[in-house]
Every structure is written in structure tokens, then in C-alpha cells.
């Protein structure tokens, strides 16, 4: 990769120039130190060209890959009460021979993340131990198979004095699937047939979260801006993954049978929803409420982008205890999404 991205301009408009500089660290216990430093102009808050050709490359046997998103400095600036937010998008790959104190603790800011959100939306308790963690933490063993998103604000810190984890996702490609002995996605759902059929590299989504205070579309498209540069890295040509919906919520079942224009797949759940706990609740009319209002119920904000992106989905849904939540399984491959959704891929 060039060591400089030359400068471009988009418009007529005038841009600051950035320095970002970004940090490879190696394999050979880190001894092995690249830097790339580009600088470049932007005009809005990411820079979404710069970051997909900064991830363009294979970074599969590179533990940490550390990108800074700009933050847009006018040329006019304007006072300002509130400190706008400055987001660093962090992916650490994780296995057993390849493991560090740096990616340990941005592993442990991301199960902190999804601690935290899990337990407000789902009531659910975990009992994964981490020595640094005074808490039980939401940890398996997929985490140390997985590509791990953590998107921060710098201009923040948490209760532990580390920078504020705002967004986090582990992915989990077939290669790192036969590592860890299969998808995550297989404790739920029969897929061997579906996987077996796909001759392309598939990629898992998994424990998606976004903290409580930064949910909006600025935070949900840097979270996408790295899942698609991992996606080009891994060379994949399909997501998939289990999208969940708190029981209470709806009848999850029931709006699955009425999704007509989506594809169905047949593939059997490990675990039925038990009928006793079936919301009265009628998900088919009330899928499309605005998500904006936090007094209506709509279907969660991830399962609805797949929806509209053109996703085929499971034609049943599978109960998780754990959670307490119907588990909807969601398939994606690219040739299927939308036009008007395409720059996600990209």
C-alpha cells in the first residue's frame, strides 16, 4: 500500500487536511511496526473512501488494525457547547497463537460494551470471568476465533479510565468457523446443507451492539464502514448471522410467515419457541412503527436494515434461553442486496 493517499477534491468546497496515521503491528510479539501516514482532506465526519482503501488489504494474520476517523474542522469555526464526538474504529483479530495485553484490553472494552447493552435490552445475567473485570461479562469462546469491531470515542472514557467503547460486532468468516468448530450460528440452526451448497467465503455478524447514547446513523455507518472492509479482506461474499427479538416484543413467528417479499429458508432450529411465551402482541402490524418513537414497538434496528437491504430469512425463528429471545436467522449474500443499499459493501 502507498505510504500517502494523494489529496483529492470533491466539489467546489474548501477542506482541511488531515494527517492520519495508522499502526500494523505484527506478527514476532509486535517487534514488527508498520505506519502509514496519509494526508488527505475530507468534508464530512468519516471519511468512508479513505478508510475502505486503508482495509483493502489482507489483515488476516495482523492482530490489531488501528484506523483514526477524522473529526471535521471547518475553515469557520463556530462555538460550540458540546464537544462533538472523535471515533477511532479498532479491529483486533483474535486466536490462540496470536494474542496480546493491547487486543486483550480492547477485547475487554467490546465485552463490557455488550455487557452493558444486553443486560438493559434482554434482563439476561452473564457468568463469563475476566481478572480485570470486578463483573461477570458476556464471553465465550467464539471471541477467540473471531475479527472484533470496537468503535471508540476518544473524546470520552468509561468507569475504567479506558476510551468509551460506543459500537462493537465480532465477525467470523469459514475459516475461522473450522478453527472454532463451526458458525455461532449453528448452535441455533441446522445450516449444513446452506453452507455446504455456497461455494464463496461467508461472514458471520455477531453480538452487534451500540451504547444507549450514541445510537444514530453516524455511529451505525462507521460500525458498517469497517464490517465492509473486513468483508473485502476476508474476501466474502455473503453476511449472515442471527438477528434477536425480545419475546415480549411480538410475535416473532407470525411476522416471519407474513414477510412475502422475502425468501425463505428451510432451515430447521435447534430450539422451537415455546408457546407459552408468545407475545399476544401481533409483530406483523406493528413491524413498521417509527423507529423513532421509543413508545412504539418496532422490529429491532438491525433486523430491519437486513430486511430492506433483501436478505432471505429463516422460515422459523429459534428460542434462546439465554436471552429469553426469539433468534431470527438472517442471509445475505451480495448478489441480493438492493441497489439503493450497495455503498454498504463498499
Known amino acids: 500500500m502507498a505510504n500517502a493517499i494523494a489529496k483529492t477534491t470533491i466539489g467546489n468546497s474548501k477542506m482541511t487536511d488531515f494527517v492520519e496515521q495508522t499502526n500494523f503491528v505484527g506478527q514476532n510479539n509486535g517487534a514488527k511496526?508498520?505506519?502509514?501516514?496519509?494526508?488527505?482532506?475530507?468534508d464530512s465526519l468519516f471519511n468512508t473512501q479513505f478508510i475502505a482503501q486503508l482495509l483493502a488489504h489482507n489483515f488476516a494474520d495482523m492482530p490489531v488494525v488501528e484506523t483514526l476517523a477524522p473529526l471535521v474542522k471547518p475553515t469557520i469555526s463556530r462555538p460550540s457547547t458540546r464537544q462533538r464526538p472523535l471515533f477511532?474504529?479498532?479491529?483486533?483479530?483474535?486466536?490462540?497463537?496470536?494474542?496480546?495485553?493491547?487486543?486483550?484490553?480492547?477485547?475487554?472494552?467490546?465485552?463490557?460494551?455488550?455487557?452493558?447493552?444486553?443486560?438493559?435490552?434482554f434482563s439476561v445475567s452473564f457468568a463469563g470471568f475476566h481478572p480485570s473485570s470486578e463483573q461477570p461479562l458476556d464471553r465465550d469462546d467464539f471471541d477467540n476465533y473471531c475479527t472484533h469491531v470496537v468503535v471508540y470515542d476518544e473524546t470520552k472514557q468509561d468507569s475504567f479510565g479506558q476510551p468509551l467503547a460506543v459500537a462493537t460486532t465480532r465477525l467470523l468468516d469459514k475459516n475461522g468457523a473450522i478453527k472454532a468448530g463451526?458458525?455461532?450460528?449453528?448452535?441455533?440452526?441446522?445450516?449444513?446443507?446452506?453452507?455446504?451448497?455456497?461455494?464463496?467465503n461467508v461472514l458471520e455478524i455477531g453480538r452487534t451492539c451500540v451504547h444507549p447514547?450514541?445510537?444514530?446513523?453516524?455511529?451505525?455507518?462507521?460500525?458498517?464502514?469497517?464490517?465492509?472492509?473486513?468483508?473485502?479482506?476476508?474476501?466474502?461474499?455473503?453476511?449472515?448471522?442471527?438477528?434477536?427479538?425480545?419475546?415480549?416484543?411480538?410475535n416473532v413467528q407470525n411476522w416471519l410467515n407474513n414477510q412475502l417479499d422475502s425468501t425463505k429458508l428451510d432451515v430447521k432450529v435447534t430450539r422451537k419457541l415455546?408457546?407459552?411465551?408468545?407475545?399476544?402482541?401481533?409483530?406483523?402490524?406493528?413491524?413498521?412503527?417509527?423507529?423513532?418513537?421509543?413508545?412504539?414497538?418496532?422490529?429491532?434496528?438491525?433486523?430491519?436494515?437486513?430486511?430492506?437491504?433483501?436478505c432471505s430469512l429463516g422460515a422459523a425463528a429459534c428460542y434462546d434461553p439465554e436471552f429469553d429471545c426469539a433468534d431470527v436467522f438472517v442471509w445475505l449474500p451480495f448478489e441480493q442486496v438492493k441497489p439503493r443499499y450497495q455503498h454498504y459493501l463498499h
Not at 92 to 121: G, I, W, Y
Request: hydrophobic share 40%; aromatic share 10%.
Open 213 to 250: 447514547d450514541y445510537r444514530g446513523i453516524t455511529t451505525i455507518n462507521h460500525l458498517w464502514e469497517s464490517i465492509a472492509a473486513v468483508a473485502k479482506a476476508y474476501n466474502v461474499n455473503a453476511f449472515m448471522g442471527c438477528a434477536s427479538v425480545p419475546m415480549e416484543e411480538g
Open 33 to 42: 511496526l508498520y505506519e502509514d501516514i496519509a494526508t488527505y482532506p475530507v
Open 182 to 200: 463451526h458458525f455461532y450460528s449453528e448452535h441455533e440452526f441446522r445450516l449444513g446443507r446452506l453452507l455446504d451448497d455456497y461455494p464463496y
Open 88 to 121: 477511532k474504529s479498532v479491529m483486533v483479530n483474535v486466536s490462540e497463537d496470536k494474542f496480546s495485553l493491547q487486543t486483550e484490553q480492547h477485547l475487554l472494552n467490546a465485552q463490557r460494551l455488550r455487557t452493558l447493552t444486553f443486560t438493559q435490552a
Open 274 to 310: 415455546p408457546e407459552d411465551k408468545l407475545s399476544a402482541v401481533d409483530l406483523a402490524q406493528v413491524a413498521d412503527v417509527d423507529l423513532a418513537n421509543p413508545q412504539n414497538f418496532a422490529l429491532p434496528a438491525l433486523l430491519k436494515m437486513y430486511v430492506k437491504m433483501g
